[in-house]
């Protein structure tokens, strides 16, 4: 704590986040594209049908489940 001026002379900022944030973290970023875009709703029929379901996308990320923000 002590150097931050130093560090901010030097180009460096320290930005304190909340304990927590999910729009930071990525894993949330994650579940919500699972629940709201690619879990189909059958998926909730049964806690195994879910499991299944959600370990059919974690295969499929990258193939055929993409995250883009453009």
Known sequence: MENI???EKKG???KF???YSP?????ETLWRFMKYWWLPFGAYSSF????NEVENIFWKIGDQFQICFS
């Open 5 to 7: 001026e130093l560090w």
């Open 12 to 14: 460096v900022f320290i």
């Open 17 to 19: 986040l909340p304990a």
């Open 23 to 27: 729009e930071l973290n990525i894993i």
């Open 48 to 51: 195994d049908n879910l499991v």
